[in-house]
């Protein structure tokens, strides 16, 4: 197969060629395929990581495995309420407890200050940070923190905090965006004012803000269109899932320096958002960031590190917590529920004349939902003139959401893929050709403005299209094939990276982005690819804030481009400075040495990267650079999916048969791990479509707080992921990098409702498709 | 409360601990004799994170109480490499990018280890089968699974020749 701008190359490393019968596999195209663009000699790749060993015998090092001398141990007391007045706590029951050495509350933090703080991925206000760290006043919340124990164990910890006397009184609590957003609803915050097309207003409102973008002239479209498909969808809260629970050790030391050990996206956001919360400044903060087993943008809130810090400044000891599976679920961001509706018209030569959209998501507790990201992914993958989108940001009783991978985007191309489809079949069109002729391209205008630079929309769909998956014939009764394509903008934010020379040739490597998926690596053959050398030889270590430059959070799919730029730079300090070195070797001029895959030469003379590096000594010292970037050249990422489901019509369950899926990331800098990403994202993306969500009960708790009720796909729900890595390279970045964390997670639950609707004729308008809510469609239609 | 002794073996080495009645065996591993390589996900025994081999049986530490450890012979992910050597499945994980975050990644080792040694040469539904107690939120499994038939390839070859 070919795209416009590539050819097929390398393929996976990974055993790939037979099914798990021995057989060939049915069409002979390759599981995981690379349309690479451009070649390097480290980068495109795929290397060992260099924290592999350890965390295959299980000597890798995260938040719960610390163990300081003379640690204490915490716990959380949380709301059984969804939504209630605190009348009084009573911690006296709970102080006297044998081992129990301190008890916290609200009232333990500094007043909040009215202002706004960065909390990884924007700003936000400080007392909405404050409130969900533990509360004041009132519960917004089941699980919502209310008080910090520490004792001299975990159980002694908990039954202590069970001890603590809270008296309640319950509120009415909304579980969804339109039950808030009812005239007659009670309001979550009394000082809420909405905020509407950027202007502060005074009304009163669970609706924190609202946004509108509008391009050209949506009426007219309409009226020019052909077809019109109109239609609403509802998504149920979500949560991440990482493996590893939320965990804190902190120490505030007699000197009056906090240490904290946690899990952690952004370890310098949680050294700036706790030094707000308490009042400490960042100078007397050191965060060292363990092992993270897992975050998907749920590791970027701080919850307990202000707790646990509290609790260490009263005892003078260090205080570890570490979350319970439900205190996960209960406490910690969950990504929103939605209700959306979108409407396209589309003339009957193809072409799409309007689109609008309207979106509400669920921001839990405290305004901030993702749902302006939505609106601006919605309608990201067309070139239309005709724009309206309508966002609104709406407070409910359930815990604060966090991002979610693509934040937001997932649960609009739900909705606008779906309508897409439908115009398709309408006009007769494939879905995929239907697409293309609309894709957007550089030039075009997205809804909320800016205009695309170099993206690889087209080029995604064209490899939906030429892939041997989307001509494969289904086989039986029951099965359809659906696509469906999403967007996400990635992030730059800011990144540091030293590089130190050893006298054997070898770099350390020092960074600050928490390495969630193999980023050491990624980062590392940046900077090997301009030294010369091989990744294994240089040494990455992720360092704490008191030891490396700031650097922003693992999220925005920013970490590989931004970082990895970072060490590029570095590197290319780090190449000046050994053109100098060779220079004064032969007495030359800098600028009359060369570089050229780690070998200085000069009129004849050459020496190697290793032996210029055994010489540093000798040629004025140690070698070591350090780069800061605010990268501009974001790229952003498309992604799509080919599907093959079977729906049992008697029970309405959905198996994924075969699932293909397709990103544009600029240049997979490791494939291995960029296929890691998309196939971790789609799986994601398809426990997000067929089963995952909070079953709330009346009272607005969460019933199905276990991994066994909540559940998330395992490996007998799933076949192989197939994945069709495409490379537009971005030109904004060294090596031609987008990102690839996020994109892949975005089309899946749209993909699979095309499939089921091709296969049955039901038409999804709700997340999950689980059996019962399959079967009620399937039964109806 | 009354502490408990207990006499057990824990990957070939005779090991004694204290524990209190209610300490489960991960538990113990963790915080009494410092093996943290088997990690907690969930502690109800639905995630596959803890999973050890107690007397030849894959189990979610978690389920276990420390004191039924007693007189026990447990293989825990410390003690799958040889020395220096690190096991077949080990290799094959980390050349099959099988691992993300790597906290799931001691229990699939564990439990597949068991599975191959049950069954040399699992087919892809078996395998599947065998780790659908194991949950991993990075990976969508694919990689797992490659890399589990991988290690089998690379071990009856080993056996073979």
Known sequence: MSTSTAEPTSTSAAPADKSSNGAPRRDGYEPNMVLATQTFDVVGTRPVRHDGADKVTGRALYGADLALAGTLHGAILRSPHAHARIRSIDTSRAEQMDGVHAVVTADDLPEAEDKLVDVGEGDTRLSYVHGNVLAKGKVLYQGHAVAGVAARNQHVALEAANAIVVDYEPLPSYMTAPEAMAPDAELLHSDLRMKEFGEQTDKPSNVAEHFHWTAGDVAEGFAASDVVVERTFDTSTVHQGYIEPHNVTALWNHDGRLHIWCSTQGAFVVRDVTSKILEVPVSNIKVTPMEIGGGFGGKIPVYMEPVAALLSRKTGRPVKIVMSREDVFTGTGPTPGSHSRVKVGASADGKIQAMEATLAYEAGAYPGSFVAPGGMCVFAAYDCANLSVDCYDVVVNKPSSAAYRAPGATQAAFAAEQVIDEIASKLGLDPVDFRLRNAAKEGTRRADGPKFRRIGCEEVLQAVRDHPHYAAPLTGPNQGRGVAVGFWFNVGLESSCTLNVNTDGTVHLVEGSTDIGGTRTSIAMQAAEVLGIAAEEILPEVVDTDSVGFTSVTGGSRTTFATGWAAHDAAQKIVAEMRARAAKLWSVEADQVQHAKGVYSSNGNSIAFRDLAAMSSKTGGPVSATATVKPRGVGGSFSANIVDVEVDPETGKVEILRFTAVQDVGKAVHPSYVEGQMQGGSVQGIGWALNEEYFMGADGTMKNSSLLDYRMPTTLDLPMIDTCIVEVANPGHPFGVRGVGEANIVPPPAAIANAIHRAVGARMQRLPMSPPAVWAEVAGS | ?161
């Open chain 2, 1 to 161: 409360m009354q502490s408990i002794h207990v006499r057990t073996t824990i990957n070939g080495q005779a090991a004694e601990f204290l524990c209190e009645p209610r300490q489960s065996l991960l538990e113990v591993l963790r915080d009494v004799l410092r093996l943290t390589g088997t990690k907690e996900g969930c502690n109800d025994g639905n995630c596959g994170a803890c999973t050890v081999e107690m007397d030849g049986r894959i189990v979610p530490a978690c389920l276990v109480l420390g004191a039924e450890a007693e007189g026990a012979d447990i293989l825990t992910i410390e003690g799958i490499a040889e020395g220096s050597a690190l096991h077949e499945l080990q290799n094959a994980f980390l050349e099959g990018a099988a691992l993300q975050c790597g906290v799931c990644t001691p229990g699939f080792i564990v439990a597949s280890k068991s599975l191959l040694e049950s069954n040399p040469d699992p087919s892809e539904e078996e395998i599947r089968f065998w780790l659908a107690n194991n949950l991993c939120r990075c990976t969508g499994y694919d990689k797992i699974v490659r890399s589990v038939q991988a290690a089998a390839g690379k071990m009856q070859q080993e056996t073979t020749s």
